[in-house]
């Protein structure tokens, strides 16, 4: 079992950056893959980046390669997003995810893979 805590969400102005952080708690930390969601309001939940659990693989969704940077810390069981050159469509609630390892990376932005999620960090970039 990994409970998941989300932290770090805001008020930014456009161009402005922000660092999301995930606090995990539970065994076996270190060897779950780790993802970040969003959602707008009105709007379905949407992959953002994932990071495997070994660190050394990431994903980003096209809009946001670039611009935003996935990592974890496994030792303090942390994960982050870092999001610079923020843009108005960038708010939502932020979300992070977990689930036991699993091979391949086809699954890594369904949403409906991962089975532990944290309550969500509301991130608001104003114009």
């Known amino acids: 079992q990994v409970q998941l805590v989300e932290s770090g969400g805001g008020l930014v102005q456009a161009g402005g950056s922000l660092r999301l952080s995930c606090a995990a708690s539970?065994?076996?930390?270190?060897?779950?893959?780790m993802g970040w969601f969003r959602q707008a309001p009105g709007k379905e939940r949407e992959f953002v980046a994932a990071?495997?659990?070994?660190?050394?693989?990431?994903d980003y969704s096209d809009s946001e390669k670039g611009r935003f940077t996935i990592s974890r810390e496994n030792a303090v069981n942390r994960m982050y997003l870092q999001m610079d050159t923020l843009k108005p469509e960038d708010t939502a609630v932020y979300y992070c995810?977990?689930?036991?390892?699993?091979?391949?990376?086809?699954?890594?932005?369904?949403?409906?893979?991962?089975?532990?999620w944290g309550q969500g960090t509301q991130v608001t970039v104003s114009s």
């Open positions: 995810a977990a689930r036991s390892p699993r091979g391949g990376d086809s699954w890594l932005r369904r949403a409906e893979e991962y089975v532990y």
């Open positions: 539970g065994r076996m930390y270190s060897t779950y893959e």
């Open positions: 990071i495997r659990w070994t660190g050394g693989r990431t």
